[in-house]
């Protein structure tokens, strides 16, 4: 009867609200795993690196699932926490990438205007606005095969290789950009990156911290170490951040809109070259792990920034080892794993 019909619809109803209950439980209880089993991953590995301090921050689209604040026995000499302000070395190139992608965004520049456009001593030269952030410009000083940092006159640059055909990770060419971007704005480096990228995104921990101007939350390397930024070297290391702030960037990229467009987010995840040394996959001062569906900053002595854009999930991971890796300890792939981590994490 219509009774027993009416039953019948309530029961299914309920056993579908059981089943999506169920489904949620499995879900949370897999993420917790999965989460305990990185907690692991991070103890492991800052044993390996001499017991390490290290700040960690884990979301998934935009919900915050873990952060730690370890202060490896307080060998820092200070305390590690939410507010402490730590030096990140190559990451500071991605947040160079994302400057540069906000003055193509506004038409300031493009990724494929010559350096010459801007500065004098690279008039008749190939070398582009991409190749730089692409660590394929070829430019040595003097002839070098090495490329060196802070040259004092880039009429000492020589391109001893055709622009984007090597890949050779060239600090030299992130001093190219910097002054580059300089010329191109009229703007200070450190005044446009505040302007174009950290004032909009509220980074307000984030910036340069210059010899004698660090406070009690700026972390030393070790204990009384410090490693400060240096006018000229700033586009690819020197910036300070807090993990939070950190993460808040890598969460940006998600979504760089209206900064820039999703168009020209995805330049920056674009193959461009291969380190040899670890057959490390780069696009435009991002390291790429596009296999795995994950792409990643990372920073002199083991900090990286992992982003899963198909499951919305944010790795952050900050160190400051205190001896050299055990064996058994490679950077490239815990990279990787941070990227699986954070592919498993969407995948309940």
């Known amino acids: 009867g219509s009774n027993d019909t009416s039953e019948v619809v309530v029961r299914k109803k309920f056993l579908v609200v059981c089943a999506v209950l169920l489904v949620s439980v499995a879900a949370m209880a897999d993420t917790a795993a999965v989460l305990r089993e990185l907690d692991t991953y991070l103890e492991q590995t800052a044993g390996q690196l001499g017991d390490s301090p290290f700040a960690a921050v884990v979301s998934r689209n935009g919900e915050l699932l873990y ?52 500065l004098p001593a690279f008039d008749g030269t190939d070398v582009t606005i991409r190749h730089l952030l692409s660590h394929t410009s070829g430019a040595a ?53 505040q302007e174009k990228i950290l004032d909009p995104l509220d980074l307000d921990s984030t910036g340069y911290v210059y010899a004698g101007s660090a406070t ?94 198909d499951t919305g999930v944010v790795i952050t991971v900050i160190r400051y080892p205190q001896a050299r890796p055990a064996q058994g300890y490679r950077f490239s792939d815990d990279k990787r794993a941070m990227v699986l981590f954070g592919k498993r994490l969407g995948q309940e």
Not at 96 to 107: F, K, R, T
Not at 175 to 187: D, F, M, Q, S
Request: include cysteine.
């Open 67 to 118: 952060e730690r604040y370890y202060d490896g026995q307080r060998v820092l000499g200070r305390p590690v926490d939410v507010d402490s302000r730590w030096q990140v070395f190559s990451i500071t190139k991605s947040f160079a990438a994302a400057l540069v992608l906000s003055l193509c965004q506004d038409e300031i520049m493009s990724l494929d205007d010559t350096v010459g456009q801007y």
């Open 141 to 193: 000083f003097a002839g070098s095969k090495t490329p060196e940092s802070l040259p004092p006159d880039f009429t000492r640059v020589d391109i001893i290789t055709e622009p984007g055909t090597e890949f050779e990770y060239s600090n030299l060419g992130m001093l190219i950009l910097e002054r580059t971007l300089e010329a191109a704005t009229g703007k200070d480096y450190a005044e446009l990156l």
């Open 216 to 309: 009690n939350k700026v972390l030393p390397l070790k204990k009384n170490q410090f490693h400060y930024s240096v006018n000229g070297n700033r586009a690819g290391a020197g910036l300070y951040t807090t993990a939070r702030d950190l993460h808040l960037f890598g969460l940006f990229w998600l979504d760089p809109v209206p900064i820039f467009s999703r168009e020209l987010r995805d330049e920056a995840w674009t193959y461009h070259g291969t380190r040899e040394s670890d057959q490390g996959r780069y696009g435009l001062l991002w390291w790429l792990f596009e296999g795995d569906g994950g792409y990643v900053m990372s920073g002199r002595e083991f900090k990286i920034k992992a982003v899963v854009p």
